[in-house]
């Protein structure tokens, strides 16, 4: 193998302690050249993966969430080693897998599996469902006990499908079924992490609700390690452990489920949950929400320093010349804001701080999103600088 | 029908004001309620025929929405809702759809009309915001032209007054720069830009009807906050009357008035957005309740689920579609496998197609399951 160096601690703590950490991640990026003219002069970058640092403990699941475009498909691609990181260090059980090659990487693959999004066009059509399962068998040249079929059809019958299905296609599956045979697939070589790539978001919620069981059941059955990568914030908030947010190829917020959905630090991490529509009429009207002004800018010339500043209602000078470290501001929860809200006693320096009108820090969202004068303070506070590049219209964000 | 052509002459005669239009009893055929609804739905039924049998998309839904107000349709894919919603527009092709029943816009009859009547309804006084507006727009023609295209086909507008009629859209919709963005093409606006324009596009002709089938769907869940709000202004401004098409309940929560559920083609519940979130009577509103995690409440340890998959439309399930996934089905012996439950009022307004007890329903409902008040 050709990276068979000694587990280089990233200096990752672990709070809590429980778990040993499986996989962790420091300084990883991805650039995507931007090519033109017939020389193919790099002219430009797309910075979709921007600098993490996190790492995962076995048996936990984190949950990335963040807006398309954020960078959260392509940090799954690269921690499976679809893509190659451009810099940056991904260390799996104590080996640096970045830039693994050949025979290594597909024995690292027995270890890292995937889930896709689309079960559409994800299943290859013209294999039947026995062979797309038992592919990783072949690929890998493991033989079973039992043999391929039975083994296959013990998968089947493991995610909840027929195993007499063995011999059919594809479309012979609805949705659900088939997300059960691509979640059966990435089972086969008993891997010990699993990225989810948007596991349940092309399906109906009701199948979304049998996919989500089926997977924390075979986490418990099988002792397995979830990355799932997602955009809707309750499905992440049921599934995960511990959340990361991600936007413009960063972190900006990473802590325990609770903390982050009830003391959302990050001011995109509260305009995000703000935004979410609660299935209850009588919250109608009555929750203040975070409108952020303009778009995601794009990640070819993303804004300097702290990337969110062009649409944060609370950006000062500070935010647009200085990056802000994703820091520990609580036990277990990293903050990278230079005006985080709902925060205990960082930068005490800061006046602005500790805004009397701010809830206290033991609100539960719900309250909190519908506490009007939360934001309203928030603001009223002196108006942003000019964003650098034109993107939006500084000024306080709409609420209703 | 002879009503809809008597309304269409009556239209080309009388000028194209649609408020003008609404009031003028005289050209109601006899007979008719006057105190109709603004747009009524009377046993739609909307078949595909197949090679592999007859697809019962939508069979005998009935509805009505007031001016101003919002109806939310849910359902999963398949259950009928967005071919409810190309039927009222008329956009199924008379070769490939058989569609029967009545649909009343503001006095017309759509489904008798002729295409050359619904064509001028259509945009006029009905428009629809589709899910994709990628795949909605025309991607080789600027975003203005499609806009002013839309516009003069309805009014009687110079190209210079439509263009100036467009730019004032796009910017009621909040496009920065509306007067040099209009000559952009689709591919140059973002995702939530575009479904703007489409809004921009919808409205151009100030229709009374707003059909918004899964608007926000392709969009961020910030973005989609911005366009949700902007459908609410909008519609208060125009009081149009909106139909939301949503599998998002979070959504429908926010917006509608009422509420259809739909599975397999059939309303199963219809009432209030309070009846069916605090009084859900049906067995598969519970489920959909029930089954989606939800930031509103304390996590569940657990998901509930509704087992199986949704039916085929082709070989629907005999008597109650939804019995080979529902947990209480056998507590009527056979009537739920035999007898298709026909929609009946539990309360005033609030209407459900189930064969359990009422009593029976009422105690699941709050015993077992905890839902609602």
Known sequence: MTATTPADVTGEEHPGGEGETLLSVSGLRKHFPVVRGLRRKTVAAVKAVDGLDFSVRAGETLGLVGESGCGKTTTGRLLVRLDEPTAGKIVFQGRDITHTKGAALRRMRRDVQMVFQDPFSSLNPRHTVGSIVGAPYRLQNIKTEVGIKRTVQDLLELVGLNPEHYNRYPHEFSGGQRQRIGIARSLALRPKLIIADEPVSALDVSIQAQIINLMEDLQNELGLTYVVIAHDLSVVRHISDRVAVMYLGKIVELADRTDLYE????????????????????????????????????????????????????????????????????????????????????????????????????????????????????????APPAPAAGQTEPGPPPTR | MALGRRNAAGRRAGGTDSDSLLQDGPRQAPGTDPSRSFLEARDLRIHFPTDDGLVKAVDGLSFTLERGKTLGIVGESGSGKSVTSLGILGLHRKAHAKVSGEIWLGGDELISASDEEVRRLRGKRMAMIFQDPLSALHPYYTIGHQIIEAYRVHNKASKKAARAHAIAMLAKVGIPRPDSRVDDYPHQFSGGMRQRAMIAMALSCDPDLLIADEPTTALDVTVQAQILELIQTLQAEFDSAVIMITHDLGVVAEMADDILVMYAGRAVEYGTIGDIFHRPEHPYTWGLLKSMPRLDRDREERLVPIHGTPPSLINRPSGCAFHPRCAFGERNGDLSRTVVPELAEAAPGHWVACHLDPDERRAIRVEQLRLGS
């Open chain 1, 263 to 382: 003391r959302p630090m990050h001011p995109y991490t509260v305009a995000l949950l703000s935004a979410v529509p609660l299935a209850d009429p009588d919250q109608r009207g009555k929750r203040k929400r975070i409108q952020l002004a303009g778009d995601l800018p794009s990640p070819l010339d993303p804004p300097p320093a702290c990337p969110f500043h062009t649409r944060c209602w609370k950006a000062q000078e500070v935010c647009t010349v200085e990056e802000p470290p994703l820091a520990e501001l609580s036990p277990g929860h990293r903050v990278a804001c230079h005006f985080p809200e709902n925060a205990p006693h960082a930068n005490p320096e800061d006046p602005r701080q500790r805004d009397p009108s701010v809830p206290s820090e033991d609100g539960v969202v719900p309250k909190e999103l519908r506490d009007a004068e939360a934001h309203q303070a928030a603001s009223q506070a002196p």
